[in-house]
């Protein structure tokens, strides 16, 4: 073959290419129209693992060739029944259904090019009850923006939420943090290692002063309980903790708090405000939660978010999970 030739058929197949699914040929160097069509590729998207009455999105949109696809059918193929919104398009959607354990759905892609060859695959959707995720949210909340002030660490997420609260905010969100984190720890809701935890604790016990008023009741019941934690655990913290204790105030009535039956409020103040349906507010406190995923969250929103972590966290000790 000349070069000439061969110089022309890598032009002929640059320019000619396989628009419209026909590829080009180059036969001894004359380019022939093959009309053979490659098979599409189905791509459903990654598994994903949702709780329950999150809307989800099923995204076929990356499906090949990129925009070589006459239509998209999705169908659920597994899992409790849910309704699909746009299962003829690119991108199909439904509201996860209420579980009481995690479930597993399961959907299938079928794609169809403009050469009528199809192709499917599969992705999953677990959904996790609204609590059980709750939890979770809650444990990487403590761990990330909600750490108390002086404990923060730096991250390239979300800034902290507790760096530049008032003093008396940032006390009673240390005393529910410091409560939450040690029930979490010692009844196995966190089943993470404690130490970063425990080092900490060891900054606030430290660091933190005496304060009086509801907001200093709070911290110290968030410090009996750290104590009750650490007993046997670590010794020094445990002295440390009960000097800090040493004239203390209690709260009077810590189960009404864990129940749900008070909560902690800092619109006026920080107080403790009753609440006589304590499953709304077991319900406030998972939807607290669950819509704090969407963005970063701030100071407004410490104590709110805090207590509704406790209150997660205390009913899942309760029921042994």
């Known amino acids: 073959m000349s070069s000439s030739r061969i110089f022309a058929a890598i032009v002929l197949t640059t320019l000619l290419g396989c628009g419209d699914n026909t590829t080009v040929a180059v036969c001894f160097g004359d380019a022939v129209f093959c009309h053979v069509a490659f098979n599409p590729l189905a791509n459903p998207g990654p598994d994903q693992t949702v709780a329950a009455g999150d809307i989800v999105t099923l995204d076929g949109s990356n499906s090949e060739p990129s925009g070589g696809i006459q239509s998209y059918s999705w169908a659920q193929t597994g899992g409790p029944s849910v309704t699909l919104a746009d299962a003829n398009k690119a991108r199909a959607s439904f509201v996860a259904p209420s579980v009481t354990s995690d479930a597993i759905l399961s959907f299938r892609l079928t794609v169809v090019d403009q ?13 996790q009850p609204a609590t059980s995720t709750a939890v979770s949210t809650a444990l990487a ?3 990330g923006p909600l750490q108390p002030d002086a404990t923060t660490p730096a991250t390239a997420d979300c800034a902290s939420a507790t760096a530049d ?3 008396d905010v940032a006390t009673a969100q240390r005393g529910l943090w410091l409560a939450a984190r040690s029930i979490a720890i010692a009844k196995g809701v966190d089943a993470e290692d404690p130490s970063a935890f425990l080092d900490a604790s060891r900054v606030l016990v430290t660091n933190a002063g005496a304060t009086v008023g509801v907001a200093g009741q709070i911290e110290t019941f968030g410090l009996v309980l750290l104590g009750s ?7 020094a913290l445990r002295d440390a903790v009960a000097a800090r204790l040493t004239g203390a105030v209690m709260l009077d009535d810590p189960a009404t708090l864990l ?8 619109a006026n103040g920080i107080a403790l405000t009753p609440t006589p349906d304590t499953a709304q507010a077991k319900a406030r406190a998972i939807a607290r939660l669950l819509a704090s995923r969407a963005r970063c969250i701030d100071g407004s929103q410490a104590i709110a978010l805090t207590g509704a972590g406790l209150r997660v966290i205390a009913d899942a000790a309760s029921r042994g999970e």
């Open 141 to 143: 909340l403590f761990e």
């Open 259 to 266: 129940s749900g039956g008070s909560e902690v409020t800092d």
């Open 115 to 127: 050469g009528n060859q199809a192709d499917t695959d599969t992705t999953l959707v677990t959904v």
């Open 229 to 235: 934690l650490v007993q046997e655990r670590d010794p």
């Open 165 to 167: 609260l008032p003093p």
